[in-house]
């Protein structure tokens, strides 16, 4: 490079650090749009609030603590993990009985955590819930 003219130099370590700035702007807002967790489940029981918050044969999503509990008949509770058993994005909404997968369109059965569309061919990891003093709990050891 001690060929080129030094504005041309310039030029070119410009555009290397551009490109630099771009793929780290890119990682970041991808980890934020698609919301890839650190770890797959919550790793200390976590509370979710009212029980009456998850619909009598439907399911809520607790995004931020990465799980999704369905409730298939009054006062039974199932829970699962709410990462995505393809690539390890956090699930973004559950309707119904099913929750969707944003990154590559992964949907899940939310009473058994099977998966019914791929790409994800592995089921959601069941969670422990129980209610406990009125409120739902989920995680190990609940
Ligand atoms: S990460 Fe969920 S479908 Fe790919």
């Known amino acids: 490079m001690s060929g080129l003219p030094a504005a041309r130099r310039t030029v070119l370590k410009g555009a290397a650090l551009a490109g630099a700035a771009g793929l780290g ?9 698609l919301g890839h967790a650190q770890t797959p489940t919550p790793t200390a029981p976590v509370e979710l609030g009212s029980p009456d918050e998850v619909p009598v044969g439907g399911a809520k999503l607790y995004r931020e603590q990465r799980v999704v509990v369905s409730c298939p008949a009054k006062g039974q509770y ?5 990462q995505c058993t393809h690539a390890g994005c956090l699930l973004d909404k559950v309707e119904g009985n099913e929750g969707n997968c944003p990154c590559h369109g992964s949907r ?14 592995v089921p959601l990891p ?7 003093g009125g409120r739902l709990v989920a995680g190990p050891d609940a």
């Open 108 to 121: 899940f059965d939310m009473t058994t955590g099977k998966a019914l569309h791929g790409p994800a061919t």
């Open 25 to 33: 702007a890119a990682a970041c807002s991808t980890d934020s749009k």
């Open 78 to 82: 199932k829970a699962f993990s709410a």
């Open 126 to 132: 069941a969670v422990p819930v129980k209610v406990e």
